[in-house]
């Protein structure tokens, strides 16, 4: 769910106005550790800055890789040789720089204390203006991949943006003041895999545009790759493309980048089904489309003109070998095919990005060798090799490419006519005992590059240097307004996609679209409810308290054009579910992650069932989340049953605010646990049960000074309730919202029946 906060503290949101002004109060006294106060008149005096100054996302403000910097180092000493400042910090992405501030996502703390952190320093002199620390739950992702993606700046409201690797996507303010949040798996059904690659969110005019696997409900239920727009002020989801036809990667890292192709601005990128996709980025409109790979695309392309350049490391279509770089003519209209390729080259690029700078290419493959191409002919025209590990992305500014290397390396290095030329080389550890892991790129601002290491977060230039974050103009792009004549083309209803509380409000708006993409601007719409119990009031629609829980459209007719807005409304407690009233094959629809994995059946003794099968190919965990990631201060019951086959049993359990309660079938054992792949805050006892034989599982979780606990209990059904909890556990940093849900780990079939949520007493 969406939530919004007021930057006086105070918060509201588009659900319950109460609970989120809890939630708000205990963030900021809970996870702001380090909360410091900058001096609020020098932004206002500040104008946005200029190409070249601000590096605020991944491959700069332009999406280039390129930077008009001059002046710039040839070399560097972790000893102290041109090297400006240095923070502690562990982080494995790329930073923002931008509005005077350098800023990242990275990892925290050991044990209990195990957290995903955002941090903004001072960009002059390093000094730390704010850090928040967040829980990581409901994902297997380890500690050490937290922090995989880059953060993003906009200039213009001085807001930052961030992913986290279990799928929280926050919006700040210079403050570090949490303007608006999403739970983009509890509410949007992201996936999160133990693979860890999250992508980077980029800014657009007043757009952030973030890429998303996952299954969300309805006609978005199904598994797929998507691209979101949400409002930079505001979060409001503006647009959802979902791209393709299926996935064959459930981790990917494929950042999309913005262009301007003809007439038409685009944001193109590769998705989990091997495939590039161009849309329009007012509307999320598909142009074209071009298979690539056979499996999932990890890298962003680069954009010169109307070409775009595309690579991968996976299984080519066409041939049984790895690993393709491709000139792509994207001046096309509907699906492009093999006319679209202008050339291709056989090279194995399958994680750092391709650079484009005049009338070369610049490529990083997975060997750390740096390759230089024609970009009209993809003729290779020299190769350096610089390492072991390529997977950073290289970077341009002042005739030089700087490039990291994973295994503690940074690299400098002066491109020639046949070849490059090795200006610097440094090599980070981790004391005595190994290098430290670099991932990211470099971020060129103020004259200064910038980047994050393992290790810690560098500033290198030249010290006698003035220095100055002050400019005359934004890079960042504005919006396209159609011009005076235009016609529409196109309608969007806003926001997009809704959760929402039963009774609870919601305005929309009424958006049109030339056939280019441009905004015509708000229009006045007809609008309709469609499969929802409620009442429409003007553009408001409130939600029937006694319909409870529902799926639906808000549809809306313009001009002979026509759009709709989906919502999902969660009602009130308590809830009870039984599935006697659903067909056999058939689930819950307004429930989250259970498309594809668990469906109704009918069970001997036991009448209609939700039934988990054995997962024949993937992971077989998942949860099966039924509310919204607001919801707090419940209480959730099942009866579930495990079955056996050889010396396969499985994991079953239920899921309240953030935390599992599991019973651990080859363990024989009954966990509480917050964080799976690290067990950050984990209680476990030993407890024996049966195969074949139903229990009912009930789980509480209450927010208590300076800490939750959580309680878990377990029994067979139709035996009394026990009076005493079987587990109980404790969290010294909160997990203070989420969805009820259930949870499975099924090498063989799980049965769940008689769901009970209720609020606790």
Avoid at 258 to 264: D, F, H, L, N, S
Avoid at 538 to 559: E, H, L, M, W
Avoid at 571 to 582: I, M, T
Avoid at 715 to 726: C, F, I, L, T, V
Wanted: charged share 20%; aromatic share 10%; with cysteine.
């Amino acid at each position: 769910m969406l939530f919004l906060f007021t930057s006086d503290e105070d918060s509201r949101m588009l659900g319950d106005v109460g609970r989120q002004r809890q939630v708000k109060e205990a963030i900021v006294m809970s996870q702001r550790l380090i909360p410091i106060s900058f001096a609020i008149g020098l932004y206002l005096a500040s104008a946005p800055l200029a190409l070249g100054q601000d590096w605020s996302q991944w491959r700069g403000a332009d999406h280039s890789g390129v930077s008009a910097a001059t002046e710039l180092i040839d070399s560097w000493s972790k000893d102290g040789e041109n090297l400006i400042w240095r923070a502690d910090f562990t982080g494995r992405s790329t930073l923002a720089v931008f509005d005077g501030r350098t800023c990242g996502i990275g990892r925290v703390g050991d044990g209990v204390d195990r957290q995903e952190v955002v941090s903004c320093w001072n960009a002059e002199d390093g000094r730390l203006l704010w850090e928040n620390r967040f829980n990581v739950y409901l994902t297997t992702v380890p500690f050490t991949r937290a922090g995989w993606a880059g953060v993003a700046g906009d200039a213009e409201t001085g807001y930052l943006y961030a992913q986290g690797v279990d799928g929280h996507f926050w919006c700040f303010d210079r403050q570090g003041n949490i303007v608006w949040e999403w739970n983009l798996g509890e509410d949007l059904g992201r996936f999160s895999g133990y693979g860890g690659r999250t992508h980077s969110p980029i800014v657009d005019g007043d757009q952030v545009l973030l890429s998303v696997i996952g299954s969300i409900w309805g006609d978005r239920a199904a598994p797929r790759h998507r691209f979101f727009s949400f409002d930079k002020r505001t979060g409001k989801i503006i647009w959802i493309t979902t791209a393709g036809t299926g996935i064959k990667d459930r981790n990917t890292q494929g950042t999309p980048i913005v262009a301007t192709i003809g007439e038409q601005r685009l944001l193109i990128g590769g998705t989990a089904d091997g495939w590039i996709y161009a849309l329009k980025v007012g509307t999320g409109e598909e142009v074209w489309r071009f298979h690539l790979s056979k499996r999932g695309i990890n890298t962003t392309p680069a954009v010169r003109g109307h070409m775009v350049y595309a690579t991968h490391s996976e299984e080519n279509l066409d041939e049984g070998v790895m690993g393709r770089v491709v000139a792509i003519d994207a001046r096309g209209k509907g699906d492009i095919t093999a006319t679209g390729e202008v050339w291709r080259a056989p090279l194995l690029v399958g994680y750092s990005s391709p650079l484009i700078h005049q009338d070369r290419l610049y490529l990083v493959d997975n060997s750390a060798n740096l390759l230089a191409l024609d970009a009209q002919t993809g003729e290779e025209i020299w190769e350096h090799n610089f390492g072991k590990v390529g997977k950073g992305s290289p970077v341009w500014a002042d005739g030089k490419i700087y490039v990291t290397e994973v295994n503690g390396n940074f690299h400098i290095l002066e491109p020639g006519a046949k070849g490059a030329k090795e200006l610097d080389a440094e090599h980070l550890t981790m004391g005595e005992e190994r290098y430290a892991e670099v991932y990211g790129s470099p971020a060129i601002a103020y004259g200064r590059i910038y980047f994050a290491t393992e290790e810690g977060v560098y500033c290198l230039g030249q010290k006698e240097a003035p220095f100055s974050s002050a400019s005359a103009g934004s890079a960042m792009a504005s919006n396209e307004m159609a011009p005076e004549g235009a016609k529409a083309a196109a309608l969007l209803v806003v926001p997009a996609e809704v959760v929402v509380g039963a009774g609870e409000a919601v305005e929309f708006e009424v958006r049109s679209f030339d056939a280019l993409g441009r905004s015509l601007g708000v229009v006045p719409a007809t609008l309709a409810l469609d499969g929802l119990k409620g009442k429409l009031s003007g553009n408001r629609f409130i939600g029937d308290p006694a319909a409870g829980t529902q799926t639906g459209k808000i549809t809306a007719s313009a001009g002979g054009l026509s759009a709709s807005a989906r919502l999902r409304v969660v009602g009130s407690l308590p809830w009870s579910e039984n599935f006697d009233g659903f067909e056999v094959g058939k689930f819950p629809a307004n429930w989250i992650g259970i498309p594809g994995k668990a469906a109704v059946q009918e069970v001997e003794g036991a009448g209609k069932v939700l039934v988990k099968p054995r997962s024949r190919i993937g992971v077989p965990r998942a949860n099966f989340l039924m509310g919204s990631s607001d919801m707090a201060d419940y209480t959730i019951q099942a009866d579930m049953l495990g079955t056996v086959k050889g010396r396969r049993r499985p994991d079953m359990g239920l899921v309240n605010s953030g935390y599992t309660l599991d019973m651990q079938g080859n363990h024989q054992r009954l966990q509480v646990r917050s964080w799976a792949a690290e067990l950050r805050m984990a209680e476990t006892i030993d407890f024996s049960w049966e195969m074949g034989v139903w229990y009912t599982m009930k789980m509480r979780v209450d927010q208590e000074p300076g800490k939750t606990v959580i309680r878990g209990k377990v029994w067979k059904q139709g035996e009394a309730e026990p009076a005493e909890w079987s587990i109980t556990a404790e969290d010294p940093h909160p997990t203070l919202s989420g969805s009820p849900g259930l949870y499975g780990y099924s090498p063989v079939e799980i049965y769940y029946d008689n769901v009970k949520v209720t609020v606790s007493k």
